[in-house]
């Protein structure tokens, strides 16, 4: 049983380019969240999603920045035209259901050059 | 605003000695706390969490004691091993959210 899964593991873009993060979750969970981390900060939460709604985006910013959890196939982090600010370690947990079993993924890292 | 705060970005222990790690927050709303353990490259792990009704959670060698007229908790690690070097995370949860701290970094020297 795989674990959560996310591609690619680096990722390396030019500013103004768009970033595409991939994240499939563990068999049998329906709920994908993301966070991220910045150098020496904690994880911070973007958006919650379940599949093909999106429950939460609070944590998300108002823009350049998109969630979606298609019916079939893995999540998908978007980032228009990426800003050097927005280089980080991107990471997805996946749950059942709710915060127990929460599982995360090993991260994307995104730089911005 | 950081809801969730670990004041210590760093810890050394010797091999065989108890690891404390802290954490406090300032929500009283949370009802669920969580540590997780990160090695580089990888993500977090789900190490060991505790209900608020609960004051402590025992695990084998992890204990963490929630203190909540303090709104303080902390993370018992014994004996320490060399192994459990890695950076711990303490979580707090509202729903279906997870509030992090920026975690502290555990060094344990054999």
């Known amino acids: 049983n795989a674990g959560v899964m996310q591609n690619p593991r680096h990722l390396v873009r030019r500013r103004g380019q768009e970033a595409r993060l991939r994240c499939s979750p563990m068999?049998?969970?329906?709920?994908v969240y993301w966070y991220r981390q910045l150098p020496e900060e904690g994880l911070k939460f973007m958006v919650y999603?379940?599949?093909?709604?999106?429950?939460?985006e609070s944590g998300m910013p108002k823009e350049r920045f998109s969630a979606e959890f298609p019916k079939e196939g893995p999540s998908i982090l978007r980032i228009q035209q990426v800003v050097r600010g927005d280089s980080a370690a991107y990471f997805c947990?996946?749950?059942?259901?709710?915060?127990?079993?929460?599982?995360f993924g090993s991260g994307t890292r995104l730089t911005v050059v | 605003d950081q809801q969730v705060k670990q004041n210590s970005p760093s810890l050394s222990v010797q091999e065989g000695r108890i690891s404390i790690l802290n954490c406090d927050y300032t929500?009283?709303?949370?009802?669920?706390f969580l540590w997780y353990k990160k090695y580089p490259a990888e993500g977090p792990t789900f190490l060991i969490s505790?209900?608020?009704?609960?004051d402590k959670n025992e695990d084998g060698r992890f204990t963490v004691f929630l203190n909540k007229s303090a709104k303080h908790l902390s993370l018992h690690i014994v004996p320490s091993q060399p192994g459990d070097s890695a950076v711990y995370f303490c979580?707090?949860?509202?729903?279906?959210?997870?509030?992090f701290g920026t975690g502290t970094r555990l060094t344990v020297i054999p």
């Open positions: 947990a996946s749950s059942p259901g709710g915060r127990i079993g929460y599982t």
């Open positions: 068999k049998g969970h329906s709920h």
């Open positions: 999603l379940q599949k093909e709604n999106i429950i939460d």
């Open positions: 929500n009283s709303m949370f009802d669920y």
């Open positions: 505790i209900s608020s009704i609960k």
């Open positions: 979580a707090a949860s509202e729903g279906h959210n997870l509030f």
